[in-house]
């Protein structure tokens, strides 16, 4: 079967967050993490029948969803689960701020690692805790955690380390010995981890693998919340639907407690989307990553010949990190927004200085977009552009 990954869907007119940013101004949008793809035909079909039906009563989480995401967990990272360690969620991000509600009590510290997807940064305070930021150490290579600093963070009232792990947006998979090292730390220091693990079926790299967390052993499993959604692997953010895998009985109750009277159910749609994906769903992903491969090679290559402008690889996410400080420019977003081209702004993520691309769209427009860019640095340096 062949997809169709080389055009862009005219998304203007459609209420598109990502889009609708610059309606009206010719700025291509690689921002906010969603692709201009279509969803695999499997789930298209799967929202017709369930529209057709017509009765859009409230609902429950179909059985054979939960099957589904059980064989999915099983054949893809080998991870046995029990049915009634899922919890449903409209949302990751609702999922953060429930970890932090549900973990410790107001005026607890929750760690993190910087920089990271913005809502690791502003959850904390949503319920009184108290947001401590590791920034992550970095060489040439790749980003990482920096033990040493997360050692000397921990403290009396350090109660949950949140971890993105594959990780937005510096792309890395983290290996096993880091995974574990992680875990023999929370255990040392009696912390639970929520492990937002939304990006795990977006690793690029053939040699290299994600492991949940939960799976490292017994000590991870109890004291892991994992949070994972179909809405990146398919390109379905706008359905709202994703899970929390939480085998503590205790840390369960406590999780759903926090979630009492304020987080809605799933909607139907989002559950039928959902179950067709993970059932139906993989050789379009294959595809996928086919193309998302290509695309982070052009970036690289593309970056790597912007002057002032360092990346990294990215194992995983169709999100590139960009350090343009060498630039010397002081808010590069603004400069590539000039410029025609919409990026993400570091200082969101927690380092003003770098910017996130989003290479989630078709090729020819994420050539378009990286030429523009090289012309906006190039006339600011004055120097001919490529
Ligand atoms: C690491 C991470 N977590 C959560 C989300 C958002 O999840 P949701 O749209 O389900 O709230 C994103 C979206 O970019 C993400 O990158």
Redesign the pocket.
């Known amino acids: 079967m062949t997809f169709d990954f080389a055009t862009t869907p005219d998304r203007r007119h459609t209420a598109s967050l990502k889009w609708d940013k610059y309606a009206g101004r010719d700025i291509i949008p690689l921002w ?3 692709m201009d793809f279509t969803s695999p035909e499997a789930v298209q079909k799967a929202l017709h029948v369930r529209v057709d039906h017509g009765v859009m009563g409230y609902t429950l989480p179909p059985d054979s969803l939960v099957e589904a995401v059980q064989a999915y967990l099983q054949r893809h990272f080998a991870w046995t689960i029990e049915p009634e360690w899922l919890v449903w ?8 701020n429930v970890a932090c509600r549900a973990v410790g009590s107001p005026g607890d510290d929750v760690i993190t690692a910087t920089p ?2 913005p ?2 940064l502003t959850a904390p305070s949503h319920s009184g805790r108290r947001l401590v930021r590791v920034p992550m150490a970095v060489d040439r290579d790749r980003w990482q955690w920096d033990l040493d600093r997360l050692e000397a963070a921990a403290g009396p009232r350090t109660r949950l380390l949140m971890l ?1 792990s594959p ?3 510096v792309g890395r998979v983290f290996s096993r010995e880091e995974l574990e090292e992680l875990v023999d730390w929370s255990v040392r220091h009696d912390v639970i981890i929520c492990s ?1 693990e ?2 795990c079926d977006l690793v690029l790299d053939p040699d290299r693998r994600h492991i949940p967390t939960a799976t490292l052993g017994p000590a991870a499993r109890d004291r892991t919340i994992t ?1 994972m ?1 179909p ?2 692997t398919f390109n379905l ?1 706008g359905l ?3 899970f929390a895998v939480i085998a503590p009985p205790e840390l369960r109750r406590r999780f759903r407690q926090s979630m009492a009277g304020i987080v809605p159910g799933v909607n139907l749609l989002g559950f039928a989307a959902s179950e067709a994906a993970y059932r139906h769903g993989w050789d379009w992903h294959a595809a996928l990553l086919d193309v998302l491969r290509g695309n982070r090679d052009r970036v690289q290559t593309a970056v790597d010949a912007m002057p002032g402008l360092t990346t990294w690889p990215v194992e995983a ?1 169709y ?1 590139a990190w960009i350090d343009a400080r060498a630039a010397g420019i002081e808010n590069p977003a603004v400069v590539f927004e000039e410029g025609g081209v919409g990026l993400s702004y570091g200082m969101d993520f927690g380092l003003p200085g770098f910017v996130r691309l989003n290479f989630g769209c078709a090729p020819a427009l994420l050539e378009k977009a990286l030429g523009r860019m090289s012309t906006a640095l190039g006339k600011r340096s004055g120097a001919p552009t490529a």
């Open positions: 906010v993490a969603d969620l409209p949302g990751l991000v609702t999922g953060l990271v997807y809502p690791f993105c990780h937005n947006p937002d939304i990006h949070l959604a809405s990146k953010p709202g639907c994703a996410t999100l």
